[in-house]
């Protein structure tokens, strides 16, 4: 694909990509629909007031939708109706296909509608009315079982069932650069005594979760579970994601009704949502829990490659440092579930998902050293530090001031490159509490 418009060879927002969000820009504080496209931003609420989408009738009964601060009413038309409107974007942007004069020739368009990403605000490109954090990274899950349970023990009985899952908090979902405080609670300073007297203490093993989540853009009725067969068709597309934890407010909560406070303070997405579509050409088999027939029938896909070529990886940077510490490298096909698997699943009982519910993938890591998608997975339970860019800092977990930047990219031709952009975080210091004694 060439385009008319120039677009850096190694950017994530190729033609080949036309991911969707929300943005202010222009001195407005209105929030509007906006494609990224190279390094810039395509306005949908000015584009389609000049006429742009006027070629193409399917969106004409729903033009409102480029109106909305929010993409949940886009994302509710369907996934034939987002195909349609991407890949009537691409032809805009191509070089000579007959819709690029509709943008290319239109000066004062383009200046209305074109805006450079360094002059546009991201906010959430979704209502989130809810938010499921599955836990389907297999090699994440043994590693963290090892480390509590024991080899023997790593994995529970349920594991390679079911989709594992737990509801996330969506108040505190941010969108990228939103910065995060590190979060107080009730801690165990000494595990092994007996009685376990906790006390209340800023968070000390603060870690990070390399996940890719997806957001749900048709929904179902109560009661009407979603058929494996067309649960894809419930997925708008996928955002990368850092499932921030207090790993130390966890291991005192957790037990029996799994993580809540340790979870709730902060869940970072990266604010452009990859459409299904434009993940389609990286298709690749994922983990599997064992035969198709191994399965319980509502969740067997028909096809085998049902995860995705994604190239994952998350940097650390510490206050005052001038280099980040790449910590971690690994790839999407250590998912041992697919998100279609997640829907159906996740509606088996007829459980209603709505348009703009999120679902998160749970934390992805490979087997390899240097692939583990959390710091409680490199550190061995924060025992083995690991040592940053300058040589002499060294991390067990995350201290006030470090920056994460994950990110993710699928594809390894220039310009044809499908990525999720920088989805970043700093870590600021907790907030001071008075107690009445």
């Not at 993409?71 to 805009?92: C, S, T």
């Not at 909560?253 to 990266?270: A, C, D, H, Q």
């Not at 452009?272 to 990286?282: G, R």
């Amino acid at each position: 694909m060439v385009s008319w418009l120039t677009i850096p060879p190694k950017s994530h927002f190729s033609l080949a990509n036309i991911p969707f969000g929300i943005i202010t820009a222009n001195g407005s504080t209105t929030k509007v629909p906006a494609i990224a496209i190279g390094d810039y931003a395509l306005d949908l609420s000015a584009f389609a007031r000049e006429q742009g989408f006027s070629q193409l009738p399917a969106i004409q009964p729903h033009l409102n939708v480029f109106n909305q601060t929010t993409l949940n009413d886009f994302a509710a038309l369907g996934r034939p109706i987002h195909r349609q409107v991407r890949e009537y974007l691409q032809a805009v942007f191509k070089v000579d296909t007959p819709y690029a004069a509709l943008l290319r020739d239109n000066e004062s368009l383009r200046s209305t509608a074109l805006v450079p990403l360094s002059n546009a605000t991201n906010h959430l490109p979704m209502q989130i009315g809810d938010y499921t954090d599955f836990y389907a990274g297999l090699n994440h899950a043994y590693n963290v079982g090892v480390l509590f349970r024991g080899p023997d023990n790593a994995l529970q009985p349920n594991y390679t069932h079911l989709p594992v899952g737990y509801h996330g908090r969506a108040s505190s979902v941010v969108p990228s650069g939103t910065p995060i405080v590190r979060p107080s609670g009730q801690i165990l300073a000494n595990p092994a005594a007996t009685p376990k007297i906790p006390h209340f203490s800023p968070c000390k093993k603060l870690d990070i979760e390399l996940e890719l989540a997806a957001f749900v853009s048709t929904p179902n009725k109560l009661g009407q579970p979603v058929s494996i067969d067309e649960a894809e068709d419930h997925i708008f597309g996928l955002v990368l994601m850092n499932d921030w934890s207090a790993r130390d407010i966890q291991a005192w909560e957790y037990v029996p009704l799994g993580p809540f406070n340790s979870k709730n303070f902060g869940t970072t997405i990266t604010p452009w949502v990859v459409l299904i579509d434009a993940l389609e050409p990286f298709r690749a088999e994922g983990l599997k829990p064992g035969t198709r027939d191994s399965l319980l029938p509502y969740l067997r896909e028909k096809r085998a490659d049902n995860s995705y070529n994604i190239k994952l990886e998350v940097d650390l940077k510490h206050a005052g440092g001038d280099a980040p510490t790449r910590i971690s490298t690994t790839n999407a096909t250590n998912l041992l579930f697919s998100f279609t698997q997640m829907v159906a699943h996740h509606t088996i009982t007829g459980c209603n998902l709505r348009p703009g519910d999120l679902l998160g993938s749970g934390t992805i890591s490979g087997k390899e050293p240097g692939s583990q998608g959390s710091l409680l997975e490199q550190t061995n339970g924060g025992k083995e530090p690991i040592t940053l860019a300058d040589g002499t800092t060294k991390r067990l977990f995350l201290e006030d001031g470090d920056e994460v930047t994950l990110r993710a990219v699928a594809g390894n031709v220039d310009g044809q490159y499908v990525g999720f952009g920088d989805c970043v975080g700093r870590i600021e210091p907790a907030v001071q509490f008075s107690f009445n004694k």
